[in-house]
């Protein structure tokens, strides 16, 4: 329910009148069946508003349907929805035109392996919430009594993430008189210090943070026994006013429960993290990317509130110990606004250079045309991928031909291939941070190094690819991956 919610909420589901005599979708929709199981029904059932910007349409198996593109009042975007796990997907050769009669076919299996899909068309698409997502994490647990301990994260970090940090100690009088970290992030209480059965507790963060290579140094007083620092990085929350609510609980048990919070809005990430004289063994239902720590068993995780709600974090331990369970809530960023990909011309050895404004992770294609009516369009470069910032493509063809037009066409929405770029201290990368890219398609990345530096090293998802250079091409991209540049 909570991904259907997430679907619905932000369009006028309240306006769609059912398609019961099939005149949006005209075939291939099944057969009606009023017995037997639900996920025995083949039968599609589809809706459309009355003024035509909407039509949503639901597949519960996998095959190809016919929908009557002029019942929309526009050309319209169309994507798949995965109602089992909330992903967009886009569909190739959208946006289509509202005119004749065309063809869709579900891609494949849904996250939970069966053909339940959704189809969306829409004139005046909504921005696609941002999921936040888990970038890296890591912890430290020294066994003797400290003032200070200082925990690294594997890799530089993204400008604009955030660091969610879990901090315990099995005392009841050691206090946090301080949290900082080498960039200089400035670092706020999530959940204030809970104290129970021995042991204590707090949730710290720091949103918008600096790039690079960082470490968290959290001082105490006096020197706290067994600390457990966990440290988590994570890409897509609110660049202000992030914290949402948080909770405290103890007991004593073999399950966890820090109590509730409620969240504000959709999407929201919830972080669990727990401490106990016994060892946790597994994360709650509905949690993941639990980090159990191997000396002293305590525990981090996290989930997507996909809808609003009442969310607690809980965890299973090994046998019937004592524990104490927190909960924060953080806010999801809010999509950047779509901005128009305004077009200039320069002139270069004779030739002309287009210049657009592009977003990141989007596709386009760049034509070209002598005769502006009617004349037909010509591909100078496709699959050109979105930076954020301003692409520079020069057509060559162009030299000493005369008067040219052109236009720039957005050819695929960002895809579901997440790519982190980062850099390791010593310079910069760009484009950097998290994004999404097309499948099939290319993208170059460019190392900035600093004043008496080099770039040492690129490496593709851990590996070394490439030793030296300024740039690095990443091409046909199929999955998710990471890009590091390192510098020497």
């Known amino acids: 329910m909570a991904h259907l919610t997430a679907l619905f909420a932000p369009r006028a589901w309240y306006n769609l009148v059912p398609d019961t005599n099939h005149t949006v979708v005209t075939a291939g929709f099944g057969t009606y069946s009023s017995s037997g199981y639900v996920s025995d029904n083949n039968y599609l059932t589809a809706a459309r508003t009355a003024d035509g910007s909407l039509v949503v349409a639901y597949a519960p198996v996998l095959g190809q349907f016919t929908v009557d593109m002029s019942k929309l009042s526009a050309p319209a975007v169309a994507r798949w929805y995965d109602p089992s796990s909330g992903a967009y997907i886009p569909i190739s050769g959208s946006p289509f035109t509202n005119s004749g009669l065309h063809n869709f076919t579900p891609p494949g299996n849904n996250a939970d392996g069966d053909g339940g899909w959704v189809l969306v068309l829409e004139t005046n698409s909504p921005a696609i919430p941002i999921r936040p997502a888990?970038?890296?994490?890591?912890?430290?647990?020294?066994?003797?009594?400290?003032?200070?301990?200082?925990?690294?994260?594997?890799?530089?970090?993204?400008?604009?993430?955030?660091?969610?940090?879990a901090i315990g100690w099995n005392d009841t009088s050691a206090s946090?008189?301080?949290?900082?970290?080498?960039?200089?992030?400035?670092?706020?209480?999530?959940?204030?210090?809970?104290?129970?059965?021995?042991?204590s507790q707090?949730?710290?963060?720091?949103?918008?943070?600096?790039?690079?290579?960082?470490?968290?140094?959290?001082?105490?007083?006096?020197?706290?026994?067994?600390?457990?620092?966990?440290?988590?990085?994570?890409?897509?929350?609110s660049l202000s006013n992030v914290l949402d609510?948080?909770?405290?609980?103890?007991?004593?048990?073999?399950?966890?429960?820090?109590?509730?919070?409620?969240?504000?809005?959709?999407?929201?990430?919830?972080?669990?993290?727990?401490?106990?004289?016994?060892?946790?063994s597994a994360a709650g239902a509905g949690f993941g990317n639990e980090i159990i720590t191997e000396q002293d068993g305590d525990i981090m995780e996290d989930k997507i509130a996909a809808a609003i709600g009442v969310y607690p974090a809980t965890a299973s331990l090994d046998s019937s110990s004592q524990w104490l369970m927190q909960v924060a809530a953080f806010m999801a960023a809010v999509?950047?606004?779509?901005?128009?990909d305004a077009i200039t011309i320069t002139v270069s050895n004779g030739g002309f250079v287009i210049n657009f404004n592009t977003i990141?992770?989007?596709?386009?294609?760049?034509?070209?045309?002598?005769?502006?009516?009617?004349?037909?369009?010509?591909?100078?470069?496709?699959?050109i991928a979105g930076t954020g910032n301003i692409v520079q493509i020069p057509d060559t063809n162009s030299v000493?031909?005369?008067?040219?037009?052109?236009?720039?066409?957005r050819v695929q929405a960002p895809a579901g291939y997440t790519i982190t770029a980062s850099a390791g201290s010593g310079g910069s990368i760009s484009p950097g941070g998290s994004f999404a890219a097309g499948a099939g398609t290319n993208m170059t990345f460019t190392a900035n190094p600093k004043t008496t530096y080099v770039v040492s090293l690129w490496l593709l998802d851990g590996s070394v690819v490439q030793t030296g250079g300024t740039s690095y091409n990443l091409k046909n991209i199929q999955a998710k991956h990471s890009v590091q540049v390192t510098f020497k």
């Open 134 to 165: 888990l970038v890296q994490r890591n912890y430290a647990t020294p066994q003797t009594p400290q003032v200070q301990v200082a925990v690294g994260y594997p890799f530089a970090q993204i400008q604009g993430d955030a660091n969610i940090l």
């Open 176 to 199: 946090i008189t301080s949290v900082s970290d080498y960039l200089g992030n400035v670092y706020h209480v999530a959940v204030p210090t809970y104290r129970s059965n021995g042991m």
């Open 202 to 237: 707090a949730i710290y963060y720091a949103n918008n943070i600096t790039g690079g290579t960082n470490l968290v140094t959290v001082t105490f007083n006096p020197a706290a026994i067994y600390v457990d620092l966990r440290a988590a990085e994570y890409s897509g929350l």
């Open 245 to 280: 609510a948080g909770n405290s609980a103890g007991g004593t048990g073999t399950n966890a429960n820090s109590g509730t919070v409620t969240t504000a809005f959709t999407n929201e990430l919830v972080v669990g993290a727990g401490m106990t004289l016994g060892g946790f």
């Open 335 to 340: 999509p950047a606004p779509v901005v128009p």
């Open 360 to 383: 990141l992770g989007q596709i386009y294609a760049l034509q070209s045309t002598t005769n502006l009516a009617g004349g037909s369009w010509s591909s100078i470069v496709t699959n």
């Open 400 to 409: 000493n031909r005369g008067q040219r037009y052109y236009r720039v066409d």
